[in-house]
T-cell receptor, first 114, second 111 residues
Framework: NAGVTQTPKFQVLKTGQSMTLQCAQD?????MYWYRQDPGMGLRLIYY???????DKGEVPNGYNVSRLNKREFSLRLESAAPSQTSVYFC?????????????FGQGTRLTVV | AQSVAQPEDQVNVAEGNPLTVKCTYS??????LFWYVQYPNRGLQFLLK??????LVKGSYGFEAEFNKSQTSFHLKKPSALVSDSALYFCAVRGLNDMRFGAGTRLTVKP
């Protein structure tokens, strides 16, 4: 039972570097999400994907891009990392059709931009 | 837009006492409300959810939540707190395409 798997778990980047955070789920969910968690601000939605081939902006999309590669995988890319993007990033997935079902979360990626 | 608010950053209770973690919501249409818990260096774990018609919802680890439509609230409760309940708690509201979270409440249960 893998659930939602995120890689890497930890990453340190220099300002201006790029990287891609990977996420995969094995629950056949249509909906996938990327959040960032910062102290005192809870989880803020960066992007979401309601189904394969579609993506939409959330609350804080600036500086990020996403790709819904297939039904299983949803990646988050930082093209030019900034210190303000230091955060813990969580990927999640849920059934789209049944709105009263819960989301399942990965273990998170702790990103530091220096 | 749908949203939830958690008015308390921190809640402290003594072990064995009842606990309440507050959440209020703002939605158009039916509310789909959830509580999650986060332990240190872990992802979020589902605790319970509101199902239309059941104002008192029971969930994992002895937690329950009371839905109040007139007060637009969905407070998390437990009759007798344990030290192991100490964690970060998030209230969330789900729409068709997204899920929004509150800022979180850190619960500390002291022996």
């Amino acid at each position: 039972n893998a659930g939602v798997t995120q890689t890497p778990k930890f990453q340190v980047l220099k300002t201006g570097q790029s990287m891609t955070l990977q996420c995969a789920q094995d629950m056949n969910h249509n909906s996938m999400y990327w959040y960032r968690q910062d102290p005192g601000m809870g989880l803020r939605l960066i992007y979401y994907s309601a189904s394969e081939g579609t993506t939409d902006k959330g609350e804080v999309p600036n500086g990020y891009n996403v790709s819904r590669l297939n039904k299983r995988e949803f990646s988050l890319r930082l093209e030019s990392a900034a210190p303000s993007q230091t955060s813990v990033y969580f990927c999640a997935s849920s059934e789209r059709e049944r709105v009263n079902t819960e989301a399942f979360f990965g273990q998170g990626t702790r990103l530091t931009v220096v | 837009a749908q949203s939830v608010a958690q008015p308390e950053d921190q809640v402290n209770v003594a072990e064995g006492n009842p606990l309440t973690v507050k959440c209020t919501y703002s939605v158009s249409g039916n509310p789909y409300l959830f509580w999650y818990v986060q332990y240190p260096n872990r992802g979020l774990q589902f605790l319970l959810k509101y199902i239309t018609g059941d104002n008192l919802v029971k969930g994992s680890y002895g937690f329950e939540a009371e839905f109040n439509k007139s007060q637009t609230s969905f407070h998390l409760k437990k009759p007798s707190a344990l030290v192991s309940d100490s964690a970060l708690y998030f209230c969330a509201v789900r729409g068709l395409n997204d899920m929004r979270f509150g800022a979180g409440t850190r619960l500390t249960v002291k022996p």
